[in-house]
T-cell receptor, first 111, second 111 residues
Framework: RKEVEQDPGPFNVPEGATVAFNCTYS??????FFWYRQDCRKEPKLLMS???SGNEDGRFTAQLNRASQYISLLIRDSKLSDSATYLC????????????FGKGTKLSVKP | DTGVSQNPRHKITKRGQNVTFRCDPI?????LYWYRQTLGQGPEFLTY????????KSRLLSDRFSAERPKGSFSTLEIQRTEQGDSAMYLC?????????FGPGTRLTVT
C-alpha cells in the first residue's frame, strides 16, 4: 500500500451536490490527519484537521476509520468556489514531522 | 503581509545552470520545510530545518541540491547543474504548533 492514496478523480458535480473523497494511509501508528485544499497554481492551504474519529466545519465533514486506515472528506451543498484539488495529508513521525501528501483529487463544481 | 514569502515566483533557466530560491517564513516559526511538487502530484518533502539546524533530508535531495538556513530565519535552496527533471514548483512552509503554512512557491522551468 502507498503511504497515502486517494481517489484519482476528477469529480465533476453540479452546484448543490454532495461529494465524498476517500483516502487510505499505510502507517497504522499515524495519529493526526489533514485535508488541504489547493487551487490551480496556488499553494496548499489547510482545510481541516482530524485528530479523533472526525471533524465537522460547516458544509465540510472529515471522518476517520482507524481500523481500516481510511479518511474521508464530505462536502455538502457544493459551491462553485469549492472547485479545487483536495489533498489528503498524513504527518510522518507524528504531528511534528514533515507531511506526506496524496496525489490529490480534483473537484470541479459546475453551474 | 505576515505569511510565508518566496522569491522568485518564477524562474526559467537553461539546463546546466545553477539556481537559488529564497524562503522567508513567518517570523515566530522555528520550523521550516521545503517541498517539491510536479504536475498531477502532491507536494513531496525535500528537507526540514529547526532554527538553523537541518534535521532531515529526503532521498529526493540529490547531491546537486543544498539548503541552508544560516541564522534560523530565511532559508535558501540551491540547485546546481539543473536538469530538465528539476522542473517543478518548489514550496516552502513554516510551522506553528498546529499547522504548516505554505508560501506561494517558486515555479522552476529548466529548458
Amino acid at each position: 500500500r502507498k503511504e497515502v492514496e486517494q481517489d484519482p478523480g476528477p469529480f465533476n458535480v453540479p452546484e448543490g451536490a454532495t461529494v465524498a473523497f476517500n483516502c487510505t494511509y499505510s502507517n497504522s501508528a499515524s495519529q493526526s490527519f489533514f485535508w488541504y485544499r489547493q487551487d490551480c497554481r496556488k499553494e496548499p492551504k489547510l482545510l481541516m484537521s482530524v485528530y479523533s474519529s472526525g471533524n465537522e466545519d460547516g458544509r465540510f465533514t472529515a471522518q476517520l476509520n482507524r481500523a481500516s486506515q481510511y479518511i474521508s472528506l464530505l462536502i455538502r451543498d457544493s459551491k462553485l468556489s469549492d472547485s479545487a484539488t483536495y489533498l489528503c495529508v498524513v504527518p510522518r513521525g507524528g504531528s511534528q514531522g514533515n507531511l506526506i501528501f496524496g496525489k490529490g483529487t480534483k473537484l470541479s463544481v459546475k453551474p | 503581509d505576515t505569511g510565508v514569502s518566496q522569491n522568485p515566483r518564477h524562474k526559467i533557466t537553461k539546463r546546466g545552470q545553477n539556481v537559488t530560491f529564497r524562503c522567508d517564513p513567518i517570523s515566530e516559526h522555528n520550523r521550516l520545510y521545503w517541498y517539491r511538487q510536479t504536475l498531477g502530484q502532491g507536494p513531496e518533502f525535500l528537507t526540514y530545518f529547526q532554527n538553523e539546524a537541518q534535521l532531515e533530508k529526503s532521498r529526493l535531495l540529490s547531491d546537486r541540491f543544498s539548503a541552508e538556513r544560516p541564522k534560523g530565519s530565511f532559508s535558501t535552496l540551491e540547485i546546481q547543474r539543473t536538469e530538465q527533471g528539476d522542473s517543478a514548483m518548489y514550496l516552502c512552509a513554516s510551522r506553528s504548533e498546529y499547522e504548516q503554512y505554505f508560501g506561494p512557491g517558486t515555479r522552476l522551468t529548466v529548458t
